[in-house]
């Protein structure tokens, strides 16, 4: 983790450094993720394109593991623009623009294809330009796979999870869906996860099987049991600010690069899903397939309860659901 001080000479000079002479820019792009992550070599490839399709003149300088803060510090940089670029995911999102929290409802998409198409539609496109006045703007989604809880023990139905403390990401949508299912929900960021479980300060959590294995949890939970709760999307923000200053060569070639970026994201997550949940295994974590009907059943009402509460909100996620 990078000290207060490199922090500040990191994003000294942010954003957008213009090399002298070069009429090169350079965006600074911070996530919470390890580089053995698929979302991080999605990342390499965006930046790679965005250089290739701007002759060298767009850059995207990385910082992993948090380095630059957590997923909300980076947030709130990338929102007052002190900070060009972050990558946080739809959960994450929903304290800063409502429309993301449509993504954290719970069995919205019935399939891959479907959290695909949802991904590529027009509501889609309206959900990342849905905070250009909030000063950020979504330039695209990665695939982020199904979330499920893995714990000590197997969670098969919605009984195992009382009296179970479970962290959630920090989403209002999330808490009321543990919440739903009979079990204490527990906001914390992602960085705190692991000594959180080892500690035994949550007893389970909830995630992708790259996520799990890639921060180590496997290491310090039993199992992992499929009750595929929710898909929620990362999602690549730029500042507004940072995007108003791109040239329109620029603003092109970062929007291609960010479209063959989540291409290929399609390739690398569903690879890496197989092989985590094989590295998984060999830690002896079990993966155990789960009854979904029970699980779906008690979050059914969080439905009723936003067509009641937020109209508009509702209609996004119908629409989402019924594409
Ligand atoms: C996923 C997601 C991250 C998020 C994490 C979490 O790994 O990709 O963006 O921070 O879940 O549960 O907090």
């Given at each position: 983790m990078m000290g207060k001080k490199s922090i500040l000479a990191a994003l000294?000079?942010?954003?957008m450094a213009a090399s002298a002479g070069v009429q090169a820019t350079t965006l600074k792009l911070s996530h919470n993720?390890?580089?053995?992550t698929p979302v991080h070599q999605a990342m390499k490839l965006l930046a790679k394109r965005a250089k290739a399709l701007s002759d060298g003149e767009l850059k995207i300088r990385i910082y992993p593991?948090?380095?630059?803060?957590?997923q909300r510090e980076s947030l709130e940089l990338v929102q007052n623009g002190a900070l060009d670029m972050a990558k946080s995911n739809a959960a994450e999102l929903e304290a800063f623009a409502?429309?993301?929290?449509?993504?954290?409802?719970?069995?919205?998409?019935?399939d891959r294809d479907h959290y695909y198409r949802a991904l590529e539609s027009d509501l889609g496109r309206e959900i990342l330009n849905s905070s250009a006045d909030n000063g950020f703007i979504g330039v695209t989604y990665y695939d982020a796979g199904a979330r499920s809880f893995y714990s000590s023990?197997?969670?098969?139905?919605?009984?195992?999870?009382?009296?179970m403390k479970v962290r959630v990401q920090p989403s209002p949508t999330a808490v009321s869906m543990v919440k739903n299912l009979g079990g204490n929900p527990t906001p914390l960021a992602f960085g705190e996860l692991y000594t959180a479980l080892q500690q035994g300060v949550v007893d389970a959590a909830e995630n992708n099987i790259p996520s799990m294995t890639l921060n180590r949890h496997s290491e310090v939970v039993k199992y992992f049991s499929l009750d595929e709760h929710t898909m929620v999307p990362d999602v690549l923000v730029i500042s507004t600010a940072s995007w108003n200053k791109l040239s329109d060569m620029e603003r092109e070639a970062l929007t291609q690069a960010a479209a063959e970026s989540m291409q290929e994201m399609k390739t690398i997550w569903a690879e890496a899903e197989v092989a985590e949940r094989q590295s998984a295994e060999k830690t002896g974590v079990e993966f155990v397939e789960v009854d979904k009907a029970p699980f779906q059943q008690a979050v059914e009402p969080m439905y009723t309860e936003l067509k009641e509460k937020d109209a508009d909100l509702y209609q996004l996620v119908e629409g989402l659901r019924k594409l």
């Open positions: 000294i000079g942010c954003t993720q390890d580089t053995s593991n948090a380095q630059l803060g957590s409502k429309a993301y929290s449509a993504f954290n409802m719970p069995y919205l998409f019935t023990k197997p969670i098969t139905s919605p009984d195992d999870l009382k009296g």
